[in-house]
Structures are given as C-alpha cells and as structure tokens.
C-alpha cells in the first residue's frame, strides 16, 4: 500500500515539499535589534534534521515598532539577512524548505517577552525594557486590552508605507534565499487588526464594508507578489474567526474568511494557512481537539466545492500521528475529515508546540504509522531499539 498523504510530497509553485508536516512560526524573544542568532540556527536547525519538510521562522517584524516584543525578529534592515541566510544555508543543507513569517504587531505590539513579564506581573514593554509603548499604531486608536498600548490611528500615508515595508522585508528575504513566504494576517496583528470591524473603526477607504477592511491585506499580499519570483508560493495565515460571535455585533468570522479565500489565488497566494483568535481580550473560544483543523475543513470543502486554486493548512492542537495523518487523508477518517464527504481537511499540517516537545514528531510519526523514512545519516544506527 502507498504512504499516507501526510508522507507524499506536494509541489507548491517551484518549491516541492518532500512531506505535509510544516513548522509552525514561533517567537523565541531571543533576537537583539531584530537580529537572530546562533540560539536560533540550533533551534530551527533542529527540525530541519529531523525531517520537516518546511521550516517557518518565527513572526519576522517589517519595521521595529511592528515588533511584539524587543526581543522579536526582524527584516527591516539589510543587516538582518546575513543570520537569516545561515540559518536558511544550513536547512537546505538537509534536504528540506525554509519559510519566513513576515509581520507587524500594530496596536500588540511593544510587550515584553512571556518569562520577563510573568516575573514583573505587567506585559507592557515600557522603555526601560526596550518598549516602545508611545508608538503603537493600529486600524483604529483602540488598544487591544487596558494593559496594552493605546495605538495611534495610522494615516493612508503611513499605511503606504507599511506595505511598503512588507515588500521591502519579502525583497530581503528573497535575497536571505527562503524558499517562501507567510505573510502574518492573524491572532489579532495589524494586518487582522484592519480586516475586524472590531478593530477598524475607520471611516476613508480601509474601513468599513468588506473591500475596504480587507483592502490592507490585498496590497501587502499584491506588493510582496510583485517583488518575489514567480516560482516562490506565497503563504497567508488568518484567524478564520475572532471568537466574538457571542456579542452579536459584526466581526470577523468564518464567513468573511471564506469571502477572503475566494479572492487570494487571484493575487497569487498560494496556501492559506487557517489559525483563530488572538484580536479581543474578550474572545470565546470553543475549544475541542479539531476546534481550529475544522475551520480549516469548512474553508477546504468550499475551496473544492468552488474548485478554487487554494491550498489549506491546518494549525492547532496536531500532536499524534494519527490525526496528523488523517487531517491530510482522501477518505480518512470521518472524525477528522470534513464531516459528509471525507474530504481532506487540509493539504499541510503545521505543528507548533509538539515540535517542541519532540523535534523528531516527524521521524516518530512515520514510526508510528510504518512510515519507511530515513533518518539523518549521522543518526542511522538510532530508529531502531536493540535492547
Ligand atoms: C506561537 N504561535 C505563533 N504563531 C504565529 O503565527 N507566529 C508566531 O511567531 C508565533 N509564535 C509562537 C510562539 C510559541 C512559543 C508558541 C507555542 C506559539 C502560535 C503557533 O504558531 C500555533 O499557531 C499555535 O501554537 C497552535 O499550534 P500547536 O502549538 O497546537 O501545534
């Protein structure tokens, strides 16, 4: 019998992945000025060894108040790329892709690092922890919560400027050699900031009805398209809902995200990536086990229905095999796959936390489902228990 879907590659514009288990992005709050570091080539490095066919490196800031945090990663300067591109060097000196996340915190921006603010009691980065709590800017002047920043409304200028900013950091990461890009539209950022009426409240031509809400996102994703090869695919990761449907006033939710989905293979996005939450303080999740890889289904059957050229990862909760198996399986169980049809509910599975328990999930995976896949060659006496 051939390998499971998850253990098939996929080919995305010029890039192939050699299997569907992708590297979620994750913060370490280990740069300096942006910059990384040896921490995070042995970090990164590590899942690249193990297997990974896609390694994503964390939220990657385009200017340096779009940091979250002081400590976060950037790409607004030239000086940014050389680490970059050793750590991009040494994944591909493993046979597998490199990703970059590109991003800008707006009105979440300017908070400190989760260790330094739980030993303080306050998340808000004041200048003497390298915050810039005076020049958070946002969709709207709405801060996200009262021990956040009150954000200053950017003027369409400034907006300019900010998309400008994403395709000057794509540029610099095309250079750095990664083989894609993700663009950062959720968990409550500046790009989702505009896309929820929640937080955009503005009245000119970025706010209010759907086009314009969404209008941000459309010439970020058009402006890095312009400025990346043809052969590079071109990620975007959403909150599919924000969680605030308990409120009853208008809000982001799946419906808008399906609306968005129809509109991205025309811009030239090639994979949506389907995450939620992260815009309100007062969001309501309903958690369950497939609670966020079945918003991904939903978007994924319409995606079919339509036939609409996009591709759908899942994120969130994927920590066995199995069910990393049958997120990506025709027919797989019913449990996991989209409810009426077993369609796959998604084409990649994009693990975060469970990489950092086991950087060899894939290896173990492939175990566990009699997955014949080598391992590193340095490893080759390790798959195999002798006593
Ligand atoms: C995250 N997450 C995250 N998401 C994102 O889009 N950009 C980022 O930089 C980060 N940073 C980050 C750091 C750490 C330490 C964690 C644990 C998570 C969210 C992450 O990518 C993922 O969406 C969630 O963790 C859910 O997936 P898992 O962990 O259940 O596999």
Redesign the pocket.
């Known amino acids: 019998s051939s390998a499971p879907t998850l253990f098939q590659p996929l080919q995305i514009r010029g890039t192939t992945l050699h299997n569907r288990f992708v590297v979620?992005?994750?913060?370490q709050y280990s740069s300096q000025d942006g910059i990384l570091s040896d921490y995070h080539l042995v970090h990164l490095g590590q899942f690249a060894k193990a297997g990974a066919a896609l390694t994503i490196v964390?939220?990657t800031a385009v200017e340096a108040r779009g940091r979250i945090s002081p400590q976060d990663a950037g790409l607004w300067s030239d000086e940014h790329v050389a680490p970059l591109k050793r750590i991009v060097e040494f994944i591909h000196s493993q046979g597998t892709k490199a990703g970059i996340?590109l991003?800008h915190a707006g009105r979440k921006a300017s908070v400190l690092a989760p260790w330094i603010s739980e030993g303080h009691g306050k998340s808000l980065a004041t200048s003497e922890f390298g915050g810039w709590p005076d020049d958070t800017v946002s969709s709207s002047a709405i801060p996200f919560a009262s021990n956040y920043a009150t954000p200053r409304e950017l003027s369409v200028a400034e907006i300019q400027s900010v998309v400008q900013a994403f395709a000057d950091a794509a540029s610099r990461a095309v250079t750095a050699g990664f083989d894609t890009i993700e663009l950062?539209a959720?968990?409550g950022y500046l790009l989702n900031q505009f896309l929820s009426p929640l937080s955009n409240t503005r009245t000119d031509d970025y706010g209010g009805n759907f086009d314009n809400r969404t209008r941000l996102l459309r010439e970020v994703i058009s402006a890095v398209r312009a400025v990346i090869p043809e052969s590079m695919p071109l990620w975007v990761?959403i909150s599919a809902t924000e969680w605030m449907e308990w409120d009853g006033k208008p809000t982001w939710d799946i419906e808008e995200s399906i609306r968005l989905a129809r509109t991205l293979p025309g811009l030239g996005v090639d994979l949506l990536d389907v995450?939620s939450g992260g815009n309100n303080s007062s969001q309501k999740i309903e958690i369950s086990k497939h609670y966020q890889a079945d918003l991904a289904g939903k978007i994924r059957q319409v995606v079919q229905d339509e036939g609409i050229k996009l591709l759908i990862g899942a994120?969130?909760?994927?920590?066995e095999a199995e069910m990393a198996r049958d997120l990506c399986q025709e027919g797989g169980d019913t449990a996991v796959a989209s409810e009426e049809k077993g369609i796959p509910k998604a084409d990649v599975v994009i693990?975060?936390?469970?990489f950092?328990r086991d950087p060899h999930f894939v290896l173990h995976s492939a175990q566990e489902l009699h997955v014949p896949v080598k391992w590193p060659n340095q490893y080759h006496r390790a798959p195999r228990r002798t006593h």
């Open positions: 979620s992005p994750m913060c964390e939220a996340q991003s950062h959720a968990h990761r995450s994120v969130g909760f994927i920590s693990v975060a936390r469970e950092l």
